[in-house]
């Protein structure tokens, strides 16, 4: 009984420990995470330009946005053209002026016509960088952000081992008329139980970052065929039309691809690409691509999330797990309120921690006055 | 005492380690922000003839609207000419050889031109447009 009294003893001074001497960094990182997660949204809120004008499931021409982006920024390097998945989005064009400095373009996805620009540093780039590596090079800041998913995972643990018969505990109601101390130690372990799910999926996701940082990132996805050679990245010859026939070529090559994103080639013996979502399930829309050449427009391969390894699904997998954004809105939102939970742990630890040691030294205090 | 306070001393080390950091993460983003990220290179806009004189121009930094831009200009023989982006022209006599001028962006411009007008000949240079 005594050992059993010591080891939950152990595991409470360890998961207090973890919450309160990592809780400056930690709540940082939640709650950035969880803004990143919406940070889309919030820029869309912010920008008139990212919404789209005629909202649509598709977008009608690809071809139109390349042709409005070449009249409205002639000398723009184009990095890509893409779009988020819900209607009510611009299609986006990331691109670098002639002096390079990096920008956003926005067009409507139903007429192609151009909305407006936007820098490229946003409420979206905030939060994730700051998030993902703390604005430092990502080789260390990664691994700062990433080995939390340790402490995190202790901090679990530790948790349900202190709690006991946390089962009775998912439906009990904090209780707010109490003091401080009381009610936030119930919301503690209200949200700590509701959320656990989440948290192993965030520190096991996060683990798998620091994977890729150290040196295991998934191989490269399938080579196409060289280009023909050219003296540009991307040719002069290259227009809407064509894009329009390499995009109804590649829905041809994979039936069934929701067209997301074209990728252009930034050196003169590289491919253009077409991106998008089809039948594998949690993976980035550059898991189902097919690669052309700009010069000629010709097929040079083609790959879907199936055909990819384990590795490379494991890869894919993470993002969209981390970030939820692999159901839409709906799932956005769930992520964000359960990054909200995991933020108010942080808090509501500290909370719990300072409000129990100032009742400690009050009581101190008044047992010393007498004296 | 203050529950805040009884929080940080709690922090210790670990605290102001967490804090630097993210004081640091903050700051860069400041400073990106503040500082634009451009290359300090110069970026060739082509060549142009204009009568007999060859002129091709470089700019470097962003060019902004209200702002002014470093330009160099390449000339194989002496020019005189105005010189100026969009409707801004200074006249001038210009030496053969390369040469630096900072020229004054217009406030309502949106795409920038760099225009050589001598006598009735001119010559345009598209330098491009800025993002917000």
């Keep these: ?371 | 005492m203050n529950a805040f306070v009884v929080w940080w001393r709690g922090t210790g080390r670990w605290g102001w380690a967490g804090a630097a950091l993210v004081g640091l993460a903050l700051t860069l983003f400041v400073a990106l922000i503040a500082f634009d990220p451009v290359s300090d290179r110069w970026v060739e806009h082509g060549s142009r003839q204009l009568g007999s004189v060859s002129i091709s121009v470089f700019s470097r930094g962003a060019i902004r609207a209200g702002g002014t831009a470093a330009i160099r200009l390449a000339l194989d023989q002496p020019l005189e000419a105005e010189i100026g982006i969009n409707g801004l022209l200074t006249n001038g006599s210009w030496a053969a050889g390369e040469q630096e001028l900072i020229l004054e962006v217009p406030e309502d411009a949106e795409r920038f031109e760099l225009i050589v007008r001598s006598g009735s000949d001119s010559a345009s240079f598209y330098l491009g447009r800025a993002v917000p």
Excluded at chain 1, 24 to 38: D, E, H, K, N, R
Excluded at chain 1, 308 to 320: F, T, V, Y
């Design chain 1, 1 to 371: 009984m005594k050992r059993t009294q010591q080891g939950d003893r152990t595991w409470f001074l360890i998961h207090s420990w973890i919450g309160l001497k990592l809780s400056v960094l930690m709540s940082f990182v939640l709650i950035t995470g969880t803004f990143a997660v919406i940070s889309y949204e919030i820029d869309w809120l912010l920008n008139p330009e990212m919404r789209a004008a005629t909202p649509v499931s598709e977008v009608a021409s690809w071809g139109k946005v390349y042709e409005s982006l070449q009249t409205e920024y002639p000398r723009a390097t184009i990095a890509s053209i893409g779009r988020q998945e819900d209607p009510w989005w611009a299609v986006e064009a990331s691109v670098l002026t002639p002096w390079g400095e990096l920008g956003r373009l926005w067009f409507d996805p139903d007429s192609g016509a151009f909305q407006g620009a936007t820098g490229w540093v946003n409420v979206q780039r905030f939060f994730r960088t700051t998030h993902r590596h703390l604005m430092l090079p990502t080789q260390i800041g990664i691994p700062i952000v990433a080995s939390l998913a340790f402490p995190l995972l202790l901090s679990l643990l530790a948790g349900f081992l202190v709690y006991k018969k946390f089962w009775r505990g998912f439906f009990r109601w904090p209780r707010f008329a109490k003091p401080v101390r009381i009610w936030s130690g119930d919301l503690h372990r209200l949200l700590g139980l509701w959320s656990s799910w989440f948290l192993l999926l965030i520190a096991l996701t996060s683990v798998w970052y620091l994977v890729e940082v150290l040196g295991g990132n998934a191989p490269p996805f399938p080579e196409a065929a060289a280009p023909m050679a050219r003296d540009s990245a991307v040719p002069q010859t290259l227009t809407g039309s064509r894009i329009d026939a390499m995009v109804a070529d590649a829905q041809a090559a994979l039936p069934g691809l929701s067209v997301r994103r074209i990728v252009f080639p930034q050196r003169p013996e590289g491919a253009l690409l077409i991106q998008g979502d089809l039948s594998a399930v949690l993976v980035r829309p550059r898991a189902n691509s097919v690669a052309y050449d700009p010069s000629t427009g010709s097929r040079l391969g083609a790959y879907r999330g199936e055909a990819l390894g384990i590795h490379q699904r494991i890869s894919e997998m993470a993002d969209p797990l981390h970030f939820g954004y692999f159901g839409g809105l709906g799932t956005k939102i769930l992520w964000f309120l359960l990054g909200f939970a995991m933020s108010a742990l942080s808090i509501t630890g500290c909370v719990i921690y300072s409000k129990r040691l100032v009742k400690h030294h009050g009581r101190r205090g008044a047992t010393a006055a007498p004296a």
